[in-house]
């Protein structure tokens, strides 16, 4: 990701502006005054007719914001043959905008990126002919054939075969889940290393992939536009200005004395103060590898009242780790351990890696098993030293008669909810238990959030609830919601911004994609990438560091207050020399130049935002 370039277009305008105003101050030293007026003249309605036609059709469509008073002095300008002014005034205007896009950044693609790493291709099977079709082919009915690797096409059921399936991309969670004959298969899961046929239950279109892409674009497309800070702050000055000028023209007549009123009253601090603070705040972010897409994120950071965050990658670390080792008698850890790790390098799912992972860092280089023999989703048979070992699932020992189930439930007493049963020489020698590591900064995060001013803290897993609302507990957050879709995420975040909360989502990964469009803000950790979820995010972290949440919160705010102070402090400046310019103390071209001063101390302050 990179903080975007100040675009040509954008710049096109102010830099005009600057040119004439230079190139009439020129032809007045070395042409004379008349010279440089007619320079100054032709350039004020070259460069003011953009500025003046956007606001009349921004005006068209009911949006009244800072360009009203700064057109009005334009048009002023030109009729009443103060061209120096009104280019000053162009210069403010489109600079200040031209600041703005640049904090803004580039639109999110992240529809187009879902779209793209979508399932492409199916494998139909009709009879024992296998024919490679594109997913969007596929019918209600079809058998599918699905290899090792292979994402499902569509949504179906498994009608033969045993494999292990990945479903990270959809539900965020890392561990792999058992597929068998019976067992329900959703679009965009990734096979393990078993063959599996399924019926095709669902159209690609109408499957589970297809509904997050969906998701993601409707959640873009109905997002409530934000009502700019500065925006707010004109919808009560740009009515009193009016209000001075009429008043100046009733009493006086003079149309000069209200030219002088509009320039010094033009909201420069409103134009230049906002852009100039974000860009230093987006600045001061990105020091602290965190990208802040546009200025409208920047704003909502400083509102949010409810945060939630996704489980797995976010809360925890996202990858399966083993937590502990249950031995039975005459039987050591060790034992148990190594056994399993040797025997599972020859099997290829991610539990498998993680054991022999663990064998590794605590044993270093560990022999091969002879003879291994791999069930898909079920286990894994080997001989280690003359011994034979399984390491499998819970059925997978029971059946090979390793284990009763009794005995099995006397070693199921944590709550642990994935584990890898070792039987050696037809014995149950232990239990290994996973789980996924909670990251040690998560509740001083929730503390730097709570006194930032978020009231209401929420974890969302597609995990299962038990399992959740444990490390719910451990962390302290106390509201958790379970066994959620993509789809059941971001309907939670619509119903908490109905309820008028700020909210802001943290993420990691394509589940979370329509969650991170939906919510106010939307947070994507990417240290590895971040992919579709950075896409479909305002606010991206490049490193691994939960904790880079806070400071974005915290930059929000004080970005915001910064800004808001040279809001204040610009606009009253401003308000004082109109009413000094209503006088008539204060002629067009001298208030152009005092606007400059006060925009040069609006700048001034909004540039603190950049401070480290």
Not at 53 to 69: P, S
Not at 445 to 452: H, K, N, T, Y
Not at 509 to 514: L, R
Request: with cysteine.
């Amino acid at each position: 990701m990179r903080i975007p370039s100040l675009t040509i277009k954008s710049a096109l305008l102010p830099a005009s502006a600057a040119t004439l105003i230079l190139a009439g101050v020129v032809t007045r030293v070395f042409a004379g005054p008349d010279a440089a007026h007619m320079v100054w003249g032709i350039g004020l309605i070259v460069v003011g007719a953009p500025l003046i036609w956007r606001t009349l059709r921004d005006a068209g469509h009911g949006h009244f914001a800072t360009d009203i008073i700064a057109s009005l002095a334009v048009v002023a300008a030109v009729a009443l043959g103060q061209p120096f002014a009104g280019l000053i005034i162009v210069l403010m205007q489109s600079g200040g905008e031209a600041l703005e896009r640049y904090a803004e950044g580039r639109a999110s693609a992240a529809v187009r990126a879902l779209e793209e790493a979508a399932p492409r291709l199916a494998h139909r099977l009709s009879g024992e002919i296998v024919e490679d079709i594109p997913a969007i082919d596929v019918v209600i009915g079809d058998i599918l054939l699905v290899r090792p690797g292979d994402l499902v096409p569509c949504d179906g059921v498994v009608t033969d075969g045993q494999s292990e399936l990945d479903l990270s991309r959809l539900t965020g969670e890392p561990m792999p889940v058992a597929a068998t004959t019976g067992t329900a298969l959703m679009s965009g899961a990734a096979n393990g290393s078993g063959v599996l046929r399924m019926r095709a239950t669902a159209r690609a279109a109408e499957s589970q992939y297809a509904r997050i892409v969906e998701l993601v674009r409707s959640a873009q497309g109905s997002k409530a536009p934000l009502q700019r800070t500065a925006d707010r702050y004109a919808v009560w000055f740009t009515p009193i200005t009016l209000l001075v000028c009429a008043t100046v023209l009733f009493v006086t007549g003079d149309w000069v004395r209200v030219l002088a009123v509009l320039v010094v009253a033009t909201p420069c601090p409103l134009i230049l103060a906002m852009p100039v603070a974000i860009v230093g705040g987006v600045n001061r972010a990105a020091r602290r590898h965190i990208i802040i897409r546009n200025g409208g994120a920047l704003e909502r950071l400083a509102a949010i009242t409810t945060v939630v965050f996704d489980k797995t990658g976010t809360i925890t670390i996202g990858e399966p780790r083993v937590q502990g080792i249950k031995v039975s008698d005459g039987f050591t850890e060790e034992d148990v351990l190594r056994n399993a790790a040797i025997v599972e390098q020859g099997a290829g799912h991610l539990l498998a890696r993680v054991i022999v992972a663990e064998g590794e860092r605590r044993f270093g280089h560990m022999p091969h098993a002879i003879g291994t023999v791999e069930v898909p989703g079920q286990g894994v048979t080997g001989e280690v030293a003359g011994r034979l070992v399984r390491v499998g699932s819970r059925a997978f020992v029971v059946a090979h008669g390793g284990a009763t189930s009794a005995a099995l439930a006397k070693f199921e007493t944590s709550a642990a909810t994935l584990r890898a049963y070792v039987v050696i020489d037809n014995r149950l020698a232990g239990i290994i238990e996973y789980a996924d590591e909670v990251r040690p900064a998560v509740p001083a995060l929730l503390a730097r959030l709570r006194s930032a001013g978020v009231r209401h803290v929420m974890m969302l897993s597609g995990d299962n609830a038990p399992s959740a609302r444990a490390i719910g507990e451990r962390v302290g957050i106390a509201e958790v919601h379970g066994d959620l879709l993509a789809a059941d995420k971001s309907a939670i975040i619509a119903r908490m911004m109905r309820s008028h909360e700020v909210v802001l989502m943290v993420g990691d990964g394509i589940n979370d994609a329509p969650a991170l469009s939906s919510a106010d803000v939307g947070v994507a950790l990417a240290a590895h990438g971040g992919g579709i979820s950075a896409e479909a995010a305002d606010v991206i972290i490049l490193i691994d560091s939960l904790d880079r949440v806070g400071d974005a919160v915290e930059i929000g705010h004080y970005t915001m207050r910064i800004a808001k102070q040279s809001l204040i402090v610009g606009l009253g400046l401003s308000a004082v020399a109109m009413i000094v310019a209503a006088f008539g103390f204060i002629p067009p071209t001298v208030g152009a130049v005092l606007q400059e001063a006060i925009d040069v101390a609006v700048i001034v302050n909004a540039l603190r935002t950049s401070r480290a």
